[in-house]
């Protein structure tokens, strides 16, 4: 072979190496309505049980109901929250663990699923419930009362549990 033929195939390997490159970053860049994905759609965050969470019942101290939990206990994990899920299972939710008892205030920028979000205080008790807020926008959702917790759970949960505002929740983790 003559370095003028070596030379030809190289350079056809070099132009179908970077034609084939391109093909697959135009593929991958698009989603199924042709439009492109910005970087955090292509994110799937599976669900991960760190430990459970119960209800209790004001009234009779009796367990309502419990879900598994995911914890965010520090400001990277609180700051991310659920945001960028596409769901998260029916029996399970988040548990926001924050140092100090304040008032605190959550929104849904980024957050794909409709939640209910349960402000809790330093004795457990749950101080403000916001039900089914409304994903994807940047509205403010704050604690009536100061909090030392936050658990967010798929929306309707608590009024399908009769959960309200007085009472408890108990967890591990």
Same mark, same amino acid.
């Given at each position: 072979?003559?370095?003028?033929?070596?030379?030809? #195939?190289?350079?056809?390997? $070099?132009?179908?190496?970077?034609?084939? !490159?391109?093909? %697959?970053? @135009?593929?991958? /860049?698009?989603?199924?309505?042709?439009?492109?994905?910005?970087?955090?759609?292509?994110?799937?965050?599976?669900?991960?049980?760190?430990?459970?969470?119960?209800?209790?019942?004001?009234?009779?101290?009796?367990?309502?109901?419990? #879900?598994?939990?995911?914890? $965010?206990?520090?400001?990277?994990?609180? !700051?991310?929250? %659920?945001? @960028?899920?596409? /769901?998260?299972?029916?029996?399970?939710?988040?548990?926001?663990?924050?140092?100090?008892?304040?008032?605190?205030?959550?929104?849904?920028?980024?957050?794909?699923?409709?939640?209910?979000?349960?402000?809790?205080?330093?004795?457990?008790?749950?101080?403000?419930?916001?039900?089914?807020?409304?994903?994807?926008?940047?509205?403010?959702?704050?604690?009536?009362?100061?909090?030392?917790?936050?658990?967010?759970?798929?929306?309707?949960?608590?009024?399908?549990?009769?959960?309200?505002?007085?009472?408890?929740?108990?967890?591990?983790?």
């Amino acid at each position: 072979m003559t370095k003028r033929h070596t030379k030809k #195939i190289y350079a056809f390997a $070099a132009i179908a190496i970077v034609a084939v !490159a391109l093909l %697959l970053i @135009y593929t991958m /860049s698009k989603d199924n309505g042709g439009s492109e994905l910005t970087k955090n759609d292509s994110l799937e965050i599976k669900f991960n049980k760190q430990g459970s969470l119960n209800f209790v019942s004001a009234n009779d101290t009796s367990v309502m109901t419990t #879900i598994d939990i995911e914890v $965010a206990d520090n400001d990277q994990l609180r !700051a991310r929250g %659920l945001m @960028y899920r596409k /769901s998260i299972p029916s029996n399970a939710g988040m548990l926001f663990v924050f140092n100090r008892e304040d008032y605190q205030s959550f929104w849904m920028k980024n957050t794909y699923i409709a939640l209910d979000i349960l402000y809790v205080n330093a004795n457990k008790e749950i101080v403000t419930i916001h039900t089914n807020t409304a994903p994807l926008n940047e509205r403010s959702y704050a604690s009536t009362q100061p909090a030392m917790y936050v658990v967010e759970v798929n929306a309707g949960y608590c009024i399908q549990n009769g959960i309200k505002e007085g009472d408890f929740i108990d967890f591990e983790y």
